[in-house]
């Protein structure tokens, strides 16, 4: 938690000393093969680790997250074609917010699910699931990960799920219908888990507790990330390039 919050604020204590940012939040050593600031870029590399984990007999599978946007994107359908080719262990799943980056998703696509109704133009099956229940979304991801695991190859899982913000801090998401956001907000995987954990007998001073540790986890994380330098002069142009400098390429 304090190397992603000090990634975020560029700080040296960042998982990359702070000159990734939020693009290129990475911890190989953790099996984060990264977050990358082109749209769809990471399904082909996610293809090649799990490629590697079948080369390599290591049992690994990957699991590869991306927006609905990203369907419509070229590098879905290339790295969904080579890994069904090759029945690679890798689990695309689309996290399905209904928009784009400011345009719904359903302006745009031809088909009503868009990641899968596409599905079986790849032999794939079509797997929709409620992004916002966490039992659910774990069940499937299980049964995915086995499947994969087994040589059974690839699988393409559609997440519903809604952002309750705009794309970023300078999107007031005034393009959203009325009552749409509150609507959603019914649905929030938390207060939805919380509810039946209640019901399912868990005291609810079991679950405060729960909740008074994560939050004090995150303000610790946090303080202890400001309190950390902005990367140094000395270093802040290393490792930008593979030869480790930061000297221009014609």
């Known amino acids: 938690m304090e190397g992603v919050l000090g990634e975020l604020m560029g700080r040296e204590c960042g998982l990359l000393g702070g000159k990734g940012g939020s ?3 990475t911890d190989v050593e953790k099996g984060v093969m990264g977050s990358y600031a ?3 870029a990471h399904l082909p590399i996610a293809a090649g680790a799990a490629w590697k984990a079948q080369y390599m007999k290591t049992g690994q599978v990957t699991f590869c997250f991306f927006g609905d946007g990203t369907t419509n994107i070229g590098a879905f359908h290339e790295a969904l074609n080579f890994a069904v080719v090759w029945k690679l262990p890798v689990i695309f799943v689309c996290e399905n917010n209904l928009y784009m980056e400011y345009t719904p998703i359903s302006e ?8 899968a109704d596409r599905a079986g133009a790849y032999g794939l099956e079509s797997i929709i699931v409620d992004g916002n229940d966490a039992d659910a979304v774990y069940r499937v991801a299980r049964d995915a990960a086995e499947r994969a695991r087994t040589g059974d190859g690839p699988s393409l899982i559609e997440a519903k799920t809604y952002r309750h913000s705009g794309h970023s801090r300078a999107d007031p998401a005034t393009y959203r219908p009325d009552g749409e956001l509150e609507e959603w907000l019914e649905k929030d995987p938390i207060k939805i888990y919380r509810q039946r954990l209640l019901e399912f007998g868990v005291h609810e001073k079991v679950i405060s507790d729960i909740e008074a540790s994560v939050l004090e986890a995150v ?3 946090t303080e202890f990330a400001m309190k950390s330098s902005p990367p140094s002069a000395d270093v802040l142009m290393t490792e930008v390039w593979a030869d480790g400098g930061s000297s221009w390429r014609n």
């Open 219 to 221: 303000d610790h994380a």
């Open 23 to 25: 693009m290129h939040l």
């Open 108 to 115: 745009v696509t031809a088909v009503e699910h868009p990641a």
């Open 38 to 40: 082109i749209i769809g």
